[in-house]
């Protein structure tokens, strides 16, 4: 069973504007949450990542709020670009797990000009 | 400096045949992990390797699948009698010391006829 659900499944979104990828978890156990961006044909790559000991975290266009008693966490990303079309997962990774890391489904955005 | 690198980057093979999937992780990274992408999903973790040994191989779905990193840099993920259910790309990510970031490869693509 899916340990991290993410939604939507795809969103579009013009030229300038915001997109917001939402995340929720089960998992009480889990300490350490990446995004990651995955081009076609590509591997996913490390977008930004958050600990549930800061609330919010900012790195240029892309933000992470995280709401450790709703167990939900998202990616906003401010003025978005045609460049950033692209599919977002979220995961989740615990203390004890060895580095396996638990993905979402993923979200595919499409950034219009 | 070099990514993790994984070869062949297209794999197509009949039912039943046996495939081997090459890794080459990033110089130094101690920590390696397999993962399997099916199309539309996020990457679900096979095996993680510290060193040369297995730490962590919950999710190999079956013994027909196996891996192995016996000099603890490249490894090799074996596929015995392939199935059509196999068909994924294979991802491959290193990180140094079981660290939380984990770098990925591009992927082997496999199709299974």
């Known amino acids: 069973q899916q340990q991290v659900k993410q939604s939507p499944q795809s969103l579009i979104v013009q030229k300038g504007g915001i997109s917001i990828i939402n995340c929720a978890y089960e998992n009480t156990a889990f300490d350490y949450f990446p995004w990651y961006q995955q081009f076609p044909g590509k591997g996913p790559a490390l977008l930004i990542a958050?600990?549930?000991?800061?609330s919010e975290k900012k790195e240029g266009r892309f933000t992470i709020s995280f709401n450790k008693s709703a167990k939900q966490f998202s990616l906003h990303i401010m003025d978005s670009q045609p460049g950033d079309s692209a599919t977002y997962f979220c995961?989740?990774?615990?203390?004890?797990?060895?580095?396996?890391?638990?993905f979402g489904a993923g979200t595919q955005v499409v950034v219009t000009p | 400096g070099a990514g993790v690198s994984q070869t062949p980057s297209n794999k197509v093979t009949e039912k039943g045949k046996y495939v081997e999937l090459r890794c080459d992780p990033i110089s130094g990274h101690t920590a390696l992990y397999w993962y399997r992408q099916s199309l539309g999903q996020g990457p679900e973790f096979l095996i993680y390797?510290?060193?040369?040994?297995?730490?962590?191989d919950s999710g190999l779905p079956n013994d027909r699948f196996f891996a192995v990193r016996p000099e603890g840099s490249v490894s090799t993920l074996k596929i015995q009698r392939t199935e059509r259910g196999d068909s994924a790309v294979y991802l491959c990510?290193?990180?140094?010391?079981?660290?939380?970031?984990?770098?990925f490869g591009p992927g082997t693509r496999l199709t299974v006829l």
């Open positions: 990510a290193s990180s140094p010391i079981g660290g939380d970031t984990q770098y």
């Open positions: 958050i600990r549930p000991d800061v």
């Open positions: 995961a989740a990774l615990g203390a004890d797990s060895w580095g396996k890391l638990q």
């Open positions: 390797f510290q060193g040369t040994g297995a730490a962590d």
